[in-house]
C-alpha cells in the first residue's frame, strides 16, 4: 500500500512539472494571431502643466520594442510594429471616451527611445487630468499588438 501510495505522489509531481515546463515555454507558434514584439513602457513625462508657461499641456510616452522570444530572436521575419488606434478613457477632469488614429508609423523591434505626444486637456489650475490610453495595432506580419498605459497629471498656475 505504502509504495502505491508513494509512486502515486511522485507521478502526480512528475505530471505537474511537465506541465509546468509546458506552459513555461509556450511559442508564439502556439498563438499564432499574437505578435512576437513586445511594447515595454520605460518612461512619461508631461510637459505644458503650468497656466503660466502659455503652452499647451502633454504627455509624452517613451517605449521600446522588444521581442517576447528569450533568445531574443525572432522566430519569423518580424521586424517593425504600427498603432493603428489610440483610445484615451479619461476619469478627469471629465469622464469619456476618445478614439484617434494612429497608422502609419512604424517602430522597429529592439529599437529604443520611441515616443509618443498626448495633448491634455487643460480645464483649468487645480484641475488633474487622469485617464488610461489603449494602444492597438499590428505587426508587420499582421499579428495583434497593443500596449496599455495609465496617466494623470495636475494642472498649476
Request: aromatic content about 8%; overall charge negative.
Amino acid at each position: 500500500m505504502r509504495r502505491v501510495s508513494i509512486f502515486k505522489r511522485l507521478a502526480t509531481l512528475a505530471a505537474l512539472g511537465v506541465a509546468a515546463a509546458g506552459i513555461a515555454c509556450n511559442a508564439v507558434g502556439n498563438e499564432p494571431k499574437e505578435s512576437e514584439a513586445v511594447v515595454q513602457g520605460t518612461a512619461i513625462t508631461y510637459i505644458g502643466t503650468k497656466i503660466a508657461d502659455n503652452i499647451q499641456a502633454a504627455a509624452l510616452f517613451t517605449f521600446a520594442v522588444r521581442d517576447r522570444n528569450q533568445s531574443n530572436l525572432s522566430t519569423s521575419n518580424l521586424n517593425a510594429i504600427e498603432f493603428m488606434t489610440a483610445t484615451v478613457d479619461y476619469t478627469a477632469p471629465f469622464v469619456g471616451t476618445v478614439t484617434s488614429n494612429m497608422e502609419g508609423v512604424f517602430y522597429l523591434v529592439q529599437s529604443e527611445g520611441n515616443s509618443i505626444a498626448f495633448q491634455i486637456p487643460e480645464v483649468g489650475a487645480g484641475t488633474s487630468d487622469v485617464g488610461h490610453i489603449h494602444f492597438d495595432g499590428h505587426d508587420n506580419l499582421g499579428r495583434h499588438v497593443s500596449w496599455d498605459v495609465d496617466f494623470g497629471v495636475a494642472i498649476v498656475p
